[in-house]
């Protein structure tokens, strides 16, 4: 299989495998006008195997969610060809609107227009807690 290289753009690299899609999604990358391409189960001498997403245009990404769904992806943004900068993305120490809360009592269940905040409260084990009601946040 053969995907054009980036000319300019963005590639996320480094994703685990089975979680491009996952990525995909949650980043809204259908909502683009430009080509992108997911390539899953990419061989990977670290991991075995792990997905990319190529991105065919410089658009601006939300670091926190690829942190959340991705902690070990890279961004490569790419110019003229060439690798001009690339970022490790890790863990976001506080998730604003990227999961909700499972709590039905939790005052972001009862009231509209109240933020889902998550802190991150166990590094290791990825683990955040609503920081109204301290629900434990689920995947």
């Given at each position: 299989m053969k995907i054009d290289p980036i000319i300019n753009g963005i590639v996320i690299d480094h994703i685990e495998a089975g979680k491009g899609m996952k990525v995909y999604d949650i980043l809204n990358l259908f909502e683009l006008d430009c080509m992108v391409a997911l390539i899953k189960n990419v061989?990977?001498?670290?991991?075995?195997?792990?997905?990319?997403?190529k991105i065919d245009s410089s658009v601006e990404l939300d670091f926190d969610v690829l942190g959340y769904?991705?902690?070990?992806?890279?961004?490569?943004?790419i110019k003229d060809g060439k690798l001009i900068n690339k970022c490790k993305v890790a863990l976001p120490e506080t998730l604003k609107n990227v999961i909700k809360c499972k709590n039905p009592r939790c005052i972001t269940s009862v009231e509209q227009n109240v933020d889902q905040v998550f802190k991150l409260v166990d590094k290791e084990n990825r683990v955040y807690r609503c920081v109204y009601c301290e629900s434990k946040a689920k995947d």
């Open positions: 061989p990977s001498k670290k991991t075995g195997k792990k997905d990319i997403i769904v991705a902690p070990e992806a890279t961004v490569n943004y």
